[in-house]
């Protein structure tokens, strides 16, 4: 079936640059997103990007996509301790009416 | 505009009771998911309804799990007979249509503990 990787855990130091990555099986993903979970909150949406697309910047976030690899990155510049959170990469596939979903990255900025 | 609501925020029950879980999906969207996130599971899928099309079922772990959504709107997952397994955060999500591209907005999450 469909499997969606990510580590687990990053730590960065606030005003560096954060990359979380996520890995996937399904070549048929057509579109990838970025989600946001701030403890005791539900999920919000960060950014997504269609298959056809290597690369979206909104703001201080890029995403990459590397379909041949099935590599997508999410980069957070100039990290702040509000960006601390763990962010879920999600597929959704052609064939199935759902996202499925990274185990999640804990991101930690220190001082 | 309102985004997706859920209530109750927190439910705490006794194992062998039964659940109501509700969802308020944004106005307008025609897709309503079910997800479930605990601890060592991840964020799994449950349940979807689009329109009035027959609901894709094929994430509910057991017959003890259901959901309806009346009026193509308000959506309810029951559990009956609750176990301490199904503790977890019942997150629901909505979007416009169904199709690749249709962002999933989610709610804030039902937090259930069965005791």
């Known amino acids: 079936g469909e499997d969606v990787e990510q580590s687990l855990f990053l730590s960065v130091r606030e005003g560096d640059s954060s990359v979380i990555n996520c890995t996937y099986t399904?070549?048929?993903?057509?579109?990838l997103y970025w989600y946001k979970q701030e403890p005791g909150a539900g999920l919000q949406l960060l950014t997504y990007?269609?298959?056809?697309?290597d690369m979206k910047q909104d703001q201080r976030l890029t995403v990459l996509l590397n379909k041949k690899d099935k590599h997508l990155s999410l980069r957070i510049a100039d990290t702040q301790t509000g960006d601390s959170a763990i962010y879920f990469c999600?597929?959704?596939?052609?064939?199935?009416?759902?996202?499925?979903f990274g185990a999640g990255t804990r991101l930690a900025v220190h001082p | 505009g309102a985004g997706v609501s859920q209530s109750p925020s927190n439910k705490v029950t006794e194992k062998g009771k039964d659940v109501e879980l509700r969802c308020d999906p944004i106005?307008?969207?025609?897709?309503l998911y079910w997800y479930r996130q605990s601890l060592g599971q991840g964020l799994e899928f449950l349940i979807y309804?689009?329109?009035?099309?027959?609901?894709?079922k094929s994430g509910l772990p057991s017959d003890r799990f259901s959901a309806e959504r009346t009026g193509g709107s308000v959506s309810t997952l029951t559990i009956q007979r609750t176990q301490q397994e199904d503790s977890a955060v019942y997150l629901c999500?909505?979007?416009?249509?169904?199709?690749?591209?249709?962002?999933?907005?989610f709610g804030p999450g039902t937090r259930l503990t069965v005791l």
């Open positions: 999600a597929i959704f596939t052609g064939g199935y009416n759902k996202l499925i």
């Open positions: 399904d070549s048929s993903s057509t579109y």
């Open positions: 999500a909505s979007s416009l249509v169904s199709r690749g591209g249709d962002t999933q907005y």
């Open positions: 990007i269609f298959s056809n697309m």
């Open positions: 106005s307008g969207h025609t897709a």
């Open positions: 309804f689009q329109g009035n099309s027959a609901p894709d």
